[in-house]
Protein backbone atom coordinates (compact mmCIF):
# COMPACT_ATOMS: atom_id res chain seq x y z
CA UNK A 1 0.00 0.00 0.00
CA UNK A 2 1.89 3.23 -0.80
CA UNK A 3 2.05 6.02 1.22
CA UNK A 4 0.00 9.55 0.65
CA UNK A 5 2.98 12.15 0.79
CA UNK A 6 0.56 14.99 1.38
CA UNK A 7 -0.74 13.10 5.20
CA UNK A 8 1.52 13.84 8.04
CA UNK A 9 0.59 13.02 11.78
CA UNK A 10 0.43 15.10 14.78
CA UNK A 11 0.08 14.33 18.54
CA UNK A 12 -2.81 16.64 19.32
CA UNK A 13 -2.41 19.69 22.04
CA UNK A 14 -5.37 20.89 21.78
CA UNK A 15 -9.09 20.56 21.39
CA UNK A 16 -10.36 22.47 18.74
CA UNK A 17 -13.61 22.27 17.31
CA UNK A 18 -12.05 20.54 13.85
CA UNK A 19 -11.01 17.84 16.60
CA UNK A 20 -14.39 17.38 17.97
CA UNK A 21 -15.90 17.17 14.67
CA UNK A 22 -13.58 14.50 13.73
CA UNK A 23 -13.36 12.23 16.23
CA UNK A 24 -17.64 12.66 15.96
CA UNK A 25 -17.23 11.68 12.61
CA UNK A 26 -14.58 8.48 12.85
CA UNK A 27 -15.71 6.97 16.27
CA UNK A 28 -18.70 5.41 14.51
CA UNK A 29 -16.64 4.15 11.73
CA UNK A 30 -14.81 2.37 14.57
CA UNK A 31 -17.79 0.94 17.08
CA UNK A 32 -21.42 1.17 16.09
CA UNK A 33 -21.95 0.95 20.03
CA UNK A 34 -19.03 3.67 21.57
CA UNK A 35 -20.45 7.25 21.54
CA UNK A 36 -18.02 10.18 20.05
CA UNK A 37 -16.04 11.54 22.86
CA UNK A 38 -17.34 15.02 23.98
CA UNK A 39 -14.92 18.02 24.17
CA UNK A 40 -14.29 17.40 27.61
CA UNK A 41 -13.45 13.61 27.24
CA UNK A 42 -11.33 14.63 24.49
CA UNK A 43 -9.12 17.01 26.90
CA UNK A 44 -8.97 14.43 29.68
CA UNK A 45 -7.55 12.25 27.47
CA UNK A 46 -4.78 14.64 25.58
CA UNK A 47 -4.50 15.99 29.18
CA UNK A 48 -3.22 12.58 30.72
CA UNK A 49 0.59 12.34 30.82
CA UNK A 50 0.00 8.34 29.52
CA UNK A 51 -1.63 9.62 26.35
CA UNK A 52 -0.72 10.57 22.89
CA UNK A 53 -3.67 10.99 20.52
CA UNK A 54 -2.45 11.06 17.39
CA UNK A 55 -4.05 12.56 13.85
CA UNK A 56 -3.32 11.82 10.52
CA UNK A 57 -4.55 15.05 8.46
CA UNK A 58 -4.34 15.79 4.70
CA UNK A 59 -2.67 19.05 3.65
CA UNK A 60 -5.78 20.89 3.99
CA UNK A 61 -5.81 19.98 7.92
CA UNK A 62 -8.57 17.15 7.30
CA UNK A 63 -8.23 14.82 9.81
CA UNK A 64 -8.13 11.03 8.03
CA UNK A 65 -7.73 9.18 10.84
CA UNK A 66 -6.64 8.79 14.40
CA UNK A 67 -5.14 6.12 17.38
CA UNK A 68 -4.37 6.66 20.71
CA UNK A 69 -1.22 5.78 21.86
CA UNK A 70 -0.76 4.73 25.72
CA UNK A 71 3.01 4.51 27.50
CA UNK A 72 3.23 3.71 30.41
CA UNK A 73 5.50 2.15 33.30
CA UNK A 74 4.77 -1.28 34.86
CA UNK A 75 6.91 -3.16 37.27
CA UNK A 76 9.02 -5.02 34.21
CA UNK A 77 9.73 -1.56 32.67
CA UNK A 78 7.89 1.11 30.26
CA UNK A 79 5.15 -0.53 27.75
CA UNK A 80 3.12 0.89 25.28
CA UNK A 81 -0.27 0.20 23.96
CA UNK A 82 -1.90 0.92 20.28
CA UNK A 83 -6.07 1.76 20.82
CA UNK A 84 -8.81 2.76 18.89
CA UNK A 85 -7.21 3.01 15.18
CA UNK A 86 -9.04 4.54 12.96
CA UNK A 87 -9.30 5.76 9.34
CA UNK A 88 -12.02 7.29 7.38
CA UNK A 89 -13.61 5.55 5.16
CA UNK A 90 -13.29 8.10 2.49
CA UNK A 91 -9.18 8.25 2.75
CA UNK A 92 -8.52 4.19 2.78
CA UNK A 93 -6.20 2.96 0.77
CA UNK A 94 -3.59 5.88 1.10
CA UNK A 95 -1.74 4.33 3.92
CA UNK A 96 -3.48 6.65 6.37
CA UNK A 97 -3.09 3.68 9.09
CA UNK A 98 0.52 2.46 7.96
CA UNK A 99 1.20 6.26 8.87
CA UNK A 100 -0.10 6.47 12.04
CA UNK A 101 1.32 3.25 13.11
CA UNK A 102 4.61 3.95 11.81
CA UNK A 103 4.16 7.47 13.56
CA UNK A 104 3.34 5.94 17.27
CA UNK A 105 5.96 3.18 16.93
CA UNK A 106 8.73 5.75 16.34
CA UNK A 107 7.33 7.90 19.58
CA UNK A 108 6.89 4.69 21.64
CA UNK A 109 10.09 3.73 21.38
CA UNK A 110 11.39 7.49 21.76
CA UNK A 111 9.66 7.47 25.13
CA UNK A 112 11.61 4.41 26.44
CA UNK A 113 8.88 1.76 25.41
CA UNK A 114 10.56 -1.71 25.60
CA UNK A 115 7.33 -3.07 23.83
CA UNK A 116 4.26 -2.20 22.11
CA UNK A 117 0.85 -4.37 21.87
CA UNK A 118 -2.08 -3.96 20.15
CA UNK A 119 -5.70 -6.05 19.79
CA UNK A 120 -7.54 -6.67 16.29
CA UNK A 121 -10.57 -8.42 15.40
CA UNK A 122 -9.68 -11.04 13.66
CA UNK A 123 -12.09 -9.74 10.47
CA UNK A 124 -10.52 -6.57 10.27
CA UNK A 125 -8.22 -8.82 7.67
CA UNK A 126 -6.76 -5.20 6.17
CA UNK A 127 -5.54 -4.28 9.25
CA UNK A 128 -4.02 -7.14 10.97
CA UNK A 129 -1.96 -7.48 7.06
CA UNK A 130 -0.68 -3.92 8.18
CA UNK A 131 0.27 -5.37 11.59
CA UNK A 132 1.91 -8.18 10.50
CA UNK A 133 3.98 -5.55 7.68
CA UNK A 134 5.25 -3.44 10.48
CA UNK A 135 6.47 -6.21 12.23
CA UNK A 136 3.98 -6.90 14.85
CA UNK A 137 3.49 -10.82 15.59
CA UNK A 138 0.42 -12.55 16.90
CA UNK A 139 0.94 -13.79 20.37
CA UNK A 140 -0.71 -16.99 22.04
CA UNK A 141 -2.46 -14.85 24.72
CA UNK A 142 -5.56 -14.78 26.51
CA UNK A 143 -7.21 -11.45 26.26
CA UNK A 144 -9.90 -10.60 29.08
CA UNK A 145 -11.95 -7.84 29.31
CA UNK A 146 -13.95 -7.25 32.66
CA UNK A 147 -17.28 -6.09 32.21
CA UNK A 148 -19.08 -4.55 35.34
CA UNK A 149 -22.73 -5.32 33.41
CA UNK A 150 -21.84 -9.24 33.50
CA UNK A 151 -20.48 -9.42 36.88
CA UNK A 152 -23.38 -9.89 39.51
CA UNK A 153 -21.06 -9.13 42.29
CA UNK A 154 -20.43 -5.16 40.92
CA UNK A 155 -24.01 -5.07 39.37
CA UNK A 156 -25.84 -5.63 42.67
CA UNK A 157 -23.53 -2.85 44.65
Same mark, same amino acid.
Given at each position: MPHDDAVTVRVVTDV????? &? +?? +?????QLSSS +???????????????? +?NHVLVAEDVDGTVLGSMTLIVFRIPTGIRAWIEDVVVDGDARGRGVGEVLNRHAIELAYALGSKT??????????????????? &????????VYRHNPDHDPAVADS
Amino acid at each position: MPHDDAVTVRVVTDVTDDIV &G +AF +ARLIPQLSSS +APAPTRDEIQAMIDSD +ANHVLVAEDVDGTVLGSMTLIVFRIPTGIRAWIEDVVVDGDARGRGVGEVLNRHAIELAYALGSKTIDLTSRPSREVANRLYRKL &GFEERTTNVYRHNPDHDPAVADS
